[in-house]
């Protein structure tokens, strides 16, 4: 996929979320990967709960492992994530924020963090999600108030992308948000706040829009409403990932293998949309696995027991290939 698409867009990434295990264990998954991606996103090994278990402790290993793996097939990283409610270890959700000195000291706390880890990775990752859906997970418009929220005010994000910057200036600076792709309330939320925090000094390169289809009849994406909201973003001088795209109903179907085939084409049409990632790479180590360890039926991702599925070959087709 990566070769097909590097024929019209040499610079286009085609991505896949990755965890270290597959990875290690798994030959199928890793060729599989290694000969159709040119970038990765550690699906869960770069998150803080994960990087920093206890204060002042921080435990890169997997990361890393991670990290060497793409760098010697010479593949792109794509770092996530730094401020992302979902994803904190206990001492960081549990940072004091009651009075201006506990917001202080937790303020130094959590910036360590972000010097930390961003100097740890320096010239490593191509481009990092600075700030994980900041909205309200019931698809609105406000802020979840979560401990960066609360330390820093509605100004967080561009306290988070100064000190992310002072550490790494090379790195690409995103704002990934679920339920933004297409336009309308949320999308309008989510440009303007990637516009206002580099109006307070932030660094913020683009946005990812994630693009999970979990329901074909809901929130499927046509190409007319991505590219008007392609088009939204150039417009505000702002780059577009299509961050972590997964298509879970339909299951191996034509219609679901059409919905992965025109988030990609769309994207790659655009001069604004630089990468296009995929939330997983085999079926066997689906994130929505169920009891069983199986998917109950069909496929989710482009590959299912190191076998190509039906949507691995109508996104090659949408390529050319
Ligand atoms: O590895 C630990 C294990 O040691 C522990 O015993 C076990 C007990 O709960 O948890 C394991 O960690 C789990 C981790 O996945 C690895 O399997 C976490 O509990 C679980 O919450 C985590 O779920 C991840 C989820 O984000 C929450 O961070 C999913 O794998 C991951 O696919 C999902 O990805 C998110 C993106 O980061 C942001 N956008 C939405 C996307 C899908 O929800």
């Given at each position: 996929l990566q070769a097909l698409a590097a024929r019209t867009r040499?610079?286009?990434?085609?991505?896949?979320?990755?965890?270290?295990?597959?990875?290690t264990s798994d030959e199928d998954y890793a060729r599989n990967l290694v000969s159709n991606f040119g970038s990765v996103t550690a699906e869960n090994a770069m998150k803080p709960q994960f990087l920093s278990p206890q204060q002042g402790v921080y435990t890169f290993e997997e990361a890393d492992a991670i990290l060497a793996i793409a760098e010697s097939k010479g593949m792109a990283?794509?770092?996530?994530?730094?401020?992302?409610?979902?994803?904190?270890?206990?001492?960081?959700?549990?940072?004091?924020?009651?009075?201006?000195?506990?917001?202080?000291?937790?303020?130094t706390a959590l910036l360590d963090y972000v010097t930390t880890v961003v100097t740890?990775?320096?010239?490593?990752?191509?481009?990092?999600?600075?700030?994980?859906?900041?909205?309200?997970?019931?698809?609105?418009?406000?802020?979840?108030?979560?401990?960066?929220?609360?330390?820093?005010?509605?100004?967080?994000?561009?306290?988070?992308?100064?000190?992310?910057?002072?550490?790494?200036?090379?790195?690409?600076?995103?704002?990934?948000?679920?339920?933004?792709?297409?336009?309308?309330?949320?999308?309008?939320?989510?440009?303007?706040?990637?516009?206002?925090?580099?109006?307070?000094?932030?660094?913020?390169?683009?946005?990812?829009?994630?693009?999970?289809?979990?329901?074909?009849?809901?929130?499927?994406?046509?190409?007319g409403d991505l590219t008007d909201t392609l088009n939204n973003f150039e417009n505000a001088g702002l780059h577009v990932?299509?961050?972590?795209?997964?298509?879970?109903?339909g299951r191996g179907t034509g219609a679901q293998a059409k919905q992965y085939a025109t988030v990609l084409a769309t994207c790659l049409r655009s001069r604004a949309c630089v990468s296009y990632t995929t939330w997983g790479v085999d079926d066997r180590y689906d994130w929505l696995i169920d009891d069983n360890g199986r998917l109950q039926q069909g496929h989710d991702f482009l590959f299912d027991d190191g076998q190509p599925t039906p949507a691995y070959d109508e996104m090659r087709r949408a390529l050319g290939g």
């Open positions: 040499p610079d286009f990434k085609i991505g896949a979320a990755v965890a270290l295990g597959p990875l990283v794509h770092g996530h994530t730094i401020a992302f409610t979902e994803a904190m270890p206990r001492w960081m959700q549990e940072l004091p924020s009651g009075t201006d000195a506990e917001r202080q000291s937790s303020a740890h990775f320096k010239g490593r990752l191509d481009s990092l999600d600075v700030v994980n859906e900041p909205f309200d997970v019931d698809q609105g418009t406000s802020f979840q108030q979560n401990i960066w929220y609360r330390v820093f005010g509605p100004g967080y994000p561009a306290v988070v992308s100064k000190a992310v910057y002072d550490a790494d200036p090379d790195v690409l600076q995103f704002i990934n948000e679920n339920g933004a792709d297409v336009p309308g309330r949320r999308q309008d939320a989510l440009l303007k706040l990637a516009l206002d925090t580099n109006g307070l000094g932030g660094h913020i390169y683009g946005v990812g829009l994630q693009a999970h289809v979990y329901d074909l009849k809901t929130d499927a994406i046509s190409a990932r299509i961050s972590e795209n997964d298509v879970t109903d």
